[in-house]
């Protein structure tokens, strides 16, 4: 491609905006602009960068065995109330009304619509498996679209559905769709990690999340450095610790005058926040209960929802507080509850002695407490906590460290629950209609885009994974112009490029050097080669790699060796 | 492609709802599903085809210098008020609200979005002339969705743009995409005809359609056949004829008793057709017209609706029609109004001379009726017909034919409406703000396969131009369980095939003869190799073409230079 005719277009400042780099550097590199509220309009540069991770995720899901199709995008509502997730799904499902004043909704996922193509389509066990896949426009009505095409309201998906009789069956194609994942990421070029997720609303028995790690990542993922445990931290089990040690101290109210946070208290007595005991009132089904993690540990709310009576929790009201502990939030603990309150301790909690909590009075907490002199055993004893570096891996293997990543795929063994819901079935080997046993297998094509510059920028801008950038290597001109000798050298090197293959582009858009480099590193061309009067005298070009802190003077040959690896 | 790891589900019966043939045998083949009324899943095998013609598109867009990008498929009233769009479309644009009541569409074509695109993105002459294009799915909400893709209500659609600081450059980049869209349904292997066209509402200086020549075709297409002068029959010019011949018989009135029609009148009476003159009642802006044409022709109603206060005509009411003729239908004329009347007569009608009206009088009409004497010159005289078989030429070249068209391609010179409506400018070499002239360029690729069913098509199904077929040949293994040699032989055709750069598809699904030759008929796939036992002992391969009417035995060599064509 020559610049001359394509269309860049770059901005030097850092978008008022835009929150995250990858959003601000898409911006500047004008890789996309916004239309409204998270709708992107892809430039030609970024799509080209789109198309790149689309064709990679195309080849790996064909050489899987996936099979491509297309769904609309519009889809009736009667589908979505076959499996309630027309209510389920929220103010997200974005609804549409027609002409007719028919409902449908622009498709967020296609798990109704693919199982309804499935019952329609296949009759028998002798056509299963099968793994459709579809790269198409989705929609969530995000309440708050941010961070640019990284929490897009419109965004490409690949979104695919296997289908199979037997439950083994599914197992093989998602350990099959796992793999594949594995490859597309590591085609790609990015650095990434395949964690064990939360099932959470579309329940199964197994799922696992991919993410591109980046510091900037929105989730937490805990990972074993000796094993291969890893799991996003709102599922990573926090393991049960050793027996309790004996009570040593006794028990003691302190002068907490106005320290209402572990911290604050540990600092005051000095000792260790692991010390100390947080108290977070909660409301469930049942009424009120009193949550008990460790000052320096963090409540896990998936964790918390997962037990019996807490699935749809809040946080209580100062006056249901007041009324159960009969003391102000800051000052709360297990002890003298004015009413019958329910007391779920984390595995650590219920292993500590002589420990501190609130006392349920303001402005003290209560030292030395140990369990079952001070207070009743607690109620229920749960892992209800994130993990921490360092915690032991529930693997028993080592222990674990932290990482931030982007959620970009996800592997779902769904089960029987759309096929039953839909009244699919098809005809098993003893000719019985049986519900088939799905998976399903999403992966956030654009969102990989943005994901991958998070990863991978420095101050000059963005410095693309060789298989994502929009061209591999760049022929910049200087002057051309001005030096015809110079412009034919570079369009024969152009040339020379382009048939052996390497996707390159020719910088022969006259300008500066200054600018002219500025724009390509900002866009993060892998590769950029400078051809100029001075260099063509003495035969050789400048070479620099965009990851690279220098630029190099090669002749002909050593350039070429270096570009196309031969 | 092994056809045992694809999906093919074909159907032996004609589906009842499906009204034309491209449908009737999408459906059969199993290429599309319906989801809703016009929304259309793509099967496995639908998406080849679709994507094959995508990737023509795409190859002479890029070829001819347009830069692909892409917007979003949800798009803000806001853009669309800025045109006028957002009422003007009517109830074909999907409207929809998001969870902030805020309004938007589901984009049916983005004029709008690409120039507030370019708007952001350009600022002088230099960036320009340039041509951004998608495709991408559109969506209109049609009354009556129907004829499957051919007018679904969701469907893909390439659209592109240009933008031009001058007219001629517009022109240029116009004629380069006629030219383009000539190339692409060229290579598609299309029979096909580009006719100038109406510039309706979208307005614009120059348009031209591009069809796909079938029978089955909706519109009416008029062209020479010894020069290139083609016209969709809604603009091809009726010229003049020749001076007006002289009276030759008295005015008489005929008993007609029941005689309504021109063609009732004409057998009466036992004089051609082409003697007779239709009266055609209408309501205007400034109240009741009078459109006269020949017998034999028909009226063109955006002709008519070209003309000074027809702009919104309405055919006229009986009772308006009893109040200005005092006549029944069936026997309206020109002479004898009860209250004045505007007289439009066809430039045919207004050249004849000793022709029949309707008396204005229920069961008569009159005979040797003749301009000047026995009714005033029409008061106005224009081109309101629509062409026929044999008509001159407008360009004075020849006679002109018809044929039947679905229109697939769309290229407009639009002129500087959106960039003025949009505030959208440029600076020209004199460093003013002048708004862009554009053009604008459809490609209807989801319809381009229904269109190239009707036109290619038999008894046995789709016989698809090779470069649209889902698979350029396909080798059929007979018994490929029962016979561990032919399915080896038939392993390595395929393979061969394959490695040659033909897209090839191995029938391994072990079908009985017949139910596999006939899918591979229906699904039209060009070439057919069919390995057999007996086949393989003779050292021969049955060959069959799809449009030939016998299979051949041909041996490797004559196979090889037959596929291959080498």
């Known amino acids: 491609m020559r610049l001359s005719q394509f269309h860049l277009r770059t901005e030097k400042e850092t978008p008022a905006d835009a929150e995250i780099v990858s959003h601000q550097l898409m911006l500047r590199a004008g890789m996309v602009r916004r239309l409204a509220a998270g709708l992107y309009t892809w430039s030609p540069l970024g799509l080209r960068v789109l198309r790149k991770v689309e064709a990679v995720v195309r080849e790996e899901m064909n050489r899987a065995g996936a099979i491509e199709m297309a769904m609309p995008s519009v889809q009736p509502k009667e589908l979505w109330e076959e499996t309630g997730r027309w209510q389920k799904f929220g103010p997200q499902l974005l609804k ?13 996922t296609a798990e109704e619509a693919v199982t309804d193509f499935f019952r329609q389509e296949f009759a028998s066990y002798r056509q299963l498996p099968v793994n459709l896949y579809q790269v198409t426009s989705k929609f969530r009505d995000e309440i708050r679209p941010r961070f640019g095409v990284m929490r897009a309201r419109e965004f490409i998906m690949k979104d695919a559905y296997s289908f199979h009789v037997g439950d083994e069956d599914l197992q093989r194609e998602y350990r099959n769709m796992y793999d594949t994942y594995t490859r597309i990421f590591t085609r790609l070029g990015l650095k990434f990690r395949a964690v064990a997720a939360d099932t959470g609303a579309i329940g199964g028995s197994a799922s696992h999340e991919f993410h591109v790690l980046a510091d900037s990542g929105e989730d937490a993922l805990a990972f074993s450095e000796t094993s291969g445990y890893a799991a996003n931290v709102e599922l990573a089990e926090a393991v049960a610790p050793g027996a309790r040690a004996g009570a040593t101290e006794q028990l003691r109210k302190v002068d907490t005058p106005v320290q209402k946070t572990c911290e604050d208290v540990a600092a005051l007595l000095g000792i260790a926040l692991q010390r100390t005991v947080k108290s977070v009132a909660l409301w469930g089904e049942d009424g009120f209960v009193l949550a008990l993690v460790r000052g320096d540990h963090v409540v896990n709310e998936i964790k918390l929802a997962k037990l019996a009576g807490l699935a749809d929790y809040r946080l209580a009201t100062e006056a249901e507080i007041r009324e159960h502990l009969g003391a102000e939030p800051g000052f709360l603990g297990p002890i003298g509850a004015k009413r019958p309150i329910r007391i779920v301790a984390d595995r650590a909690v219920a292993a500590m002695a002589d420990f501190v909590v609130g006392a349920n009075e303001s402005g003290f907490h209560l030292a030395g407490v ?5 207070l009743p055993e607690p109620d ?3 892992d209800i906590r994130n993990v921490v570096a360092g915690d032991p891996s529930p693997d028993g293997q080592g222990t674990l460290a932290l990482a931030r990543g982007i959620e970009v795929g996800h592997v779902f063994a769904l089960g029987r629950r759309y096929s039953e819901a839909m009244q699919c079935t098809v005809l098993d080997e003893a000719g019985k209609a049986v519900h088939p046993a799905m998976g399903c297998y999403g992966i956030g094509v654009s ?7 998070e990863q991978n920028h420095d101050a000059s801008g963005i410095v693309w994974p060789a298989p994502m950038a929009p061209w591999q290597a760049v022929v910049c001109v200087i002057n051309p112009k001005g030096n015809a000798e110079v412009a034919a050298a570079a369009e024969a090197l ?5 048939e052996a293959g390497l996707d390159t582009a020719l910088d022969d858009r006259g300008l500066r050097p200054g600018p002219m480099f500025a724009d390509i590193e900002l866009i993060g061309i892998p590769h950029r080669v400078v051809v100029s009067e001075r260099g063509l005298a003495a035969g050789t ?3 620099r790699a965009r990851s690279a802190a220098e630029s190099e003077s090669l002749d002909r040959e050593a350039l070429l060796s270096r570009l196309l690896a031969r």
């Open 96 to 108: 549409i009304r027609d002409r007719k004043e028919q409902d449908y909704c622009f498709t967020p």
């Open 370 to 374: 140990n369990w079952g002199r001070d």
């Open 380 to 382: 229920e004893v749960a």
């Open 447 to 453: 969102r990989i885009v943005a994901a991958a510059i």
């Open 494 to 498: 152009y040339r020379e490029l382009l």
């Open 541 to 543: 070009f400048e070479y």
